[in-house]
């Protein structure tokens, strides 16, 4: 993945610790990679773990025209090969089915043109709700990569299907998506 660039979307789930370790990861790659957080996402990680894993100030706003000066949707979507959102949570699943754009990672997700894959992580009912699976089959059929989630301990205490990929699964499944040709 030398010379790559990887745009990392981190939404709000407890696996958005797993998110530092396939940042990591993709750094000893050899991919530049950018981390996007939401709101939520700082509930769990701070940017600074982020930041400090990629060399690289940690997008987190719409408006930042000291990093962004064109806007961080349109400068990363410019600058990034692939988008891997990870944990997906079922509002970032749900936003991105439905065309929302109210925060950058959702704004992004409308403005990237490369291959999205996202990395699904909620508790076990979640995942299983017919409307989550509709926007996964959404996504899906609008050319959207998943990593689905796997069976475990889940933080709720519960084991199911619902705990995020492996970060090194993940990675994987990147360097896959990169091997690809571009279809023009």
Same mark, same amino acid.
Do not use: N
């Given at each position: 993945m030398t010379g790559r660039e990887i745009i990392v979307g981190c939404s709000g789930g407890i696996a958005a610790?797993?998110?530092?370790?396939?940042?990591?990861?993709l750094v000893q790659?050899?991919?530049?990679?950018?981390?996007?957080?939401?709101?939520?996402?700082?509930?769990?990680?701070? +940017?600074a773990t982020f930041a400090a894993l990629t060399g690289r100030p940690v997008?987190?706003?719409?408006?930042?025209?000291?990093?962004y000066p064109l806007g961080a949707h349109i400068e990363l979507a410019d600058?990034?090969?692939?988008?891997c959102v990870a944990p997906a949570t079922a509002n970032v699943l749900a936003k991105a089915a439905q065309?929302?754009?109210?925060?950058?990672?959702?704004?992004l997700l409308l403005s990237f043109t490369g291959p999205i894959l996202m990395a699904p992580a909620m508790n076990c009912?979640?995942?299983?709700k017919p409307a989550v699976q509709r926007n996964v089959a959404q996504l899906r059929h609008d050319g959207f990569h998943f990593v689905d989630p796997e069976e475990g301990w889940l933080s709720c205490r519960r084991r199911g299907v619902g705990r995020m990929a492996a970060p090194d699964k993940i990675v994987q499944a990147i360097g896959q998506?990169?091997?690809? +040709?571009?279809?023009?």
């Open positions: 610790y797993k998110t530092a370790a396939l940042v990591s990861g790659a050899g991919a530049g990679v950018s981390v996007v957080m939401t709101d939520s996402a700082r509930q769990f990680i701070g +940017p997008a987190q706003d719409v408006f930042d025209e000291t990093h600058r990034g090969e692939l988008l065309g929302l754009a109210d925060d950058l990672l959702s704004t009912e979640m995942w299983e998506l990169l091997s690809k +040709p571009k279809v023009v």
